[in-house]
Structures are given as structure tokens and as C-alpha cells.
């Protein structure tokens, strides 16, 4: 009688956890396929803003849960060939290339036990700030320099044609033919005020090989791109050729192929960066994953805070946007971290929690001239697709 019953519960009993494995299974295979119709219903999406926008190609990847839950291209990066863009394929990042820089900075200095705010001439060989009255008693600090209130002029680099004669870096940095930009000089008391400056990343370009002895694309691999394992990311002047096949061509807005590009970069640490969308989410997520506390990082907890910490501007940490919300707005406080970029032909934008593991990369080939200044439309497109992944994936402030 006892084994009889025991024998039915126990038939009961898988006949339950049997019921309970097929709804657990159907509860997954319908969440997979809610987020897979929710992800196809985004992509469309894409394609038919990048239409609206004239956008020739785009590049996006989304992160959750500190991993790339996707990543995709869109459109193409030579339109003529209707070659598309592939998650392999490199842009160009534009001002997305300082974050990357002032990584490497906080890196290179806690190695070599500098302080960022010593005076920025002790630190620098082959050129030198030149002095004036505004430095006599507030020395250029790498500090302000990375937090854009160093005095530095405020230009941006325009870039040079595949065929000119390329100055030096120190003709650069002094104005002097063949550049095409003015010398970097300090034009107001450093730390007195906020001023988004590019030229300022050139100091901080000089200060980095200076102090390794080695050019820019070097120093920049062995800091941050090899440790971080962004394998298909260069800081090179002219790409190597295993990567010269996919790259994204730039275009003007018009549609048109921007001739006599893309264009060279010798401010490197202020916009010379070649990327995909997902090396920068490795770079996002090593930050977030040094945020969480993570062992055996590349970055440590610390490095990171003080990247994060803002200076003169509430908005602005040591060389990266900070106190943002889930849509990349300004915030006075704000819990999101990260940075657009434009340069010739292209745009981008990356941008990362700083809890959760969320974050979004879109690189896209299409934009006006820097010499532009109007406004430049294929933002919108940057900026309602953030809005679009964020809610999609159901972001917090």
C-alpha cells in the first residue's frame, strides 16, 4: 500500500516538474523571440532613418549586461562598389579618440609616478609651451589639459589630403608651413574657465612621446589597444594595408564620395583614430567592469574614478562626458559616461553606464566638412537612436 502510493507520487511528481521544464522552456523561447522581434524591429529602424538622414553607412553596437548583445553594420562603406559595412569594417572616430588618449594618460602616469598636475614643460623635450602672462604664475597642467581649461586656442584640426606634404609634429605644433593650423599657445589664465580645445590633445600627444620615446601609434597600442584587446583599432597616420579594404569611405551629406579622403590626421590624440563599434564597447566595458569592482582588470577602480571626475565643467571628466542620462543629455548629475566625435565625412558617438553594463556605439561615414557651420543634421540621426536603444533595452538614470 505504502509503495503504491509512493510509486503514484512519485509519477506525480515528474509528471509536474515535466510541466513546469515545457513552460520554463516556452517562457524562454518566447522572451528569445520577444527580444529578437524587438532587435529586428530596431534594425529596420536604422535602415529607414539612415534613408531619412542620407546616411551611406553605419556601424552599431549595444551593450547589456557589461557584453555586446549584438552589433551590426548598415548600408555601405563604398557605395560605388555597394560594398557593405561589415562589424569589421573601421571608422573613424573622430574626438571619440580622447577618452582613448586620457586613458593611456592615467595609465602611462601612475606607472612612472607622475603628477598630473605637475607643470607640463617639466614633462615635455622636443617643444615647449611658450611662456606669455598667462602662465607666469598658472602653469599648463595635464590635468587641465585633458579637462579642456588649460587656456589652450580652442581651433580644430582640419586634416591634410592622402597626396600633401605633411608637416611635422613640431611645424604642427608651432604654426609653421606646411600645417594648416595656427601654433598651440595658451590664450587665457589656464584653470580660469572651460574651453573644448583639440589643440590641447596635441600637448598631451607631445607629453606621450616624449616620455616613451616612441611614436604616437606605438605608445597608444602597447597602454591601451593591445591590453584591452581592441585588435581592430589604429592610431597610424596612414592605415596598413590588412585594414585599408575595410575601411568606411567618408561622404558628404550630399551623398556624394568626399574627394581627396578620408584625410590624414597628424593631431592623433585629439581625432586619429581608426575603430570598429566593437572595440570601443571593449573600452566601455573595461571601464564599467573596473566600476564594478572586477578582479584581473585592465583598468583599476581608482583610474577610473578619477577619469570620471569632473573639473571645471560639471560636464566634463579627464578628457570624457560625465553626468549624463540614458539618452546622452547633460545632467547635473547623471550616471552615464561618454563622448561624440565629427571629423571630415564622419560621426560618432559612444556612451556607457556607469552601473548595470549598458551601453551603445554607432559610428557612421556620413557628415559635412569640419569647416561646416551649420548644424549638422546626421546628429539627429546619432541622437534618436540612442534614445530608441536605451529604451528598447529599458536604461535607468
Not at 52 to 73: E, M, Q, T
Not at 109 to 137: C, E, G, V
Not at 362 to 369: G, M
Request: aromatic residues 10%; hydrophobic residues 40%; glycine residues 8%.
Amino acid at each position: 500500500m505504502f509503495s503504491s502510493i509512493l510509486i503514484r507520487n512519485t509519477k506525480n511528481l515528474k509528471n509536474l516538474l515535466l510541466i513546469m521544464l515545457a513552460s520554463l522552456s516556452l517562457t524562454a523561447c518566447n522572451d528569445h523571440s520577444t527580444k529578437k522581434e524587438a532587435q529586428l524591429k530596431l534594425q529596420k529602424w536604422i535602415i529607414n532613418n539612415m534613408q531619412k538622414y542620407h546616411i551611406v553607412g553605419a556601424s552599431v553596437a549595444v551593450i547589456k549586461d557589461y557584453h555586446i548583445v549584438w552589433s551590426k553594420g548598415f548600408g555601405y562603406r563604398n557605395k560605388a562598389l555597394q560594398e557593405p559595412v561589415t562589424t569589421q569594417t573601421l571608422f573613424n572616430a573622430a574626438s571619440i579618440s580622447k577618452p582613448i588618449t586620457a586613458i593611456a594618460v592615467l595609465l602611462a602616469f601612475h606607472d612612472i609616478h607622475l603628477s598630473l598636475n605637475a607643470n607640463i614643460n617639466t614633462l615635455l623635450t622636443q617643444w615647449k609651451i611658450p611662456p606669455n602672462p598667462y602662465t607666469r604664475n598658472h602653469p599648463v597642467t595635464m590635468s587641465l589639459l585633458l579637462e579642456h581649461s588649460a587656456g589652450i586656442t580652442g581651433f580644430r584640426c582640419k586634416g591634410y589630403i592622402p597626396t600633401a606634404k605633411l608637416p611635422s609634429f613640431i611645424q604642427v605644433l608651432n604654426g609653421k608651413s606646411p600645417a594648416n593650423t595656427p601654433p598651440v599657445t595658451v590664450n587665457w589664465q589656464p584653470g580660469s574657465k572651460y574651453m573644448y580645445s583639440p589643440a590641447g590633445y596635441m600637448i598631451i600627444q607631445a607629453v606621450l612621446m616624449d616620455t616613451y620615446h616612441q611614436s604616437f601609434p606605438v605608445v597608444m597600442n602597447n597602454l591601451v589597444l593591445s591590453p584591452l584587446g581592441m585588435t581592430r583599432s589604429t592610431f597610424g597616420l596612414r592605415l596598413p594595408e590588412k585594414y585599408l579594404k575595410n575601411i568606411a569611405l567618408p561622404y558628404l551629406p550630399s551623398g556624394k564620395r568626399m574627394p581627396n579622403a578620408p584625410l590624414i590626421f597628424m593631431a592623433q590624440a585629439a581625432g586619429g583614430l581608426w575603430t570598429t563599434p566593437n572595440d570601443l564597447a571593449k573600452f566601455i566595458i573595461a571601464i564599467q567592469y573596473a566600476l564594478a569592482g572586477q578582479p584581473n582588470t585592465v583598468l583599476s577602480k581608482q583610474l577610473v574614478r578619477t577619469l570620471l571626475t569632473p573639473g571645471i565643467s560639471n560636464n566634463m571628466g579627464k578628457g570624457i562626458e560625465v553626468n549624463l542620462n540614458r539618452y546622452g543629455q547633460e545632467k547635473k548629475i547623471g550616471t552615464y559616461f561618454g563622448h561624440s566625435g565629427w571629423n571630415s565625412g564622419y560621426l560618432g558617438l559612444i556612451l556607457g553606464s556607469e552601473s548595470g553594463g549598458n551601453g551603445v556605439v554607432i559610428l557612421i561615414n556620413t557628415a559635412p566638412y569640419m569647416t561646416f557651420k551649420g548644424q549638422v543634421t546626421q546628429n539627429n540621426f546619432i541622437k534618436d537612436l540612442v534614445i530608441q536603444i536605451a529604451n528598447e533595452q529599458h536604461w535607468r538614470d
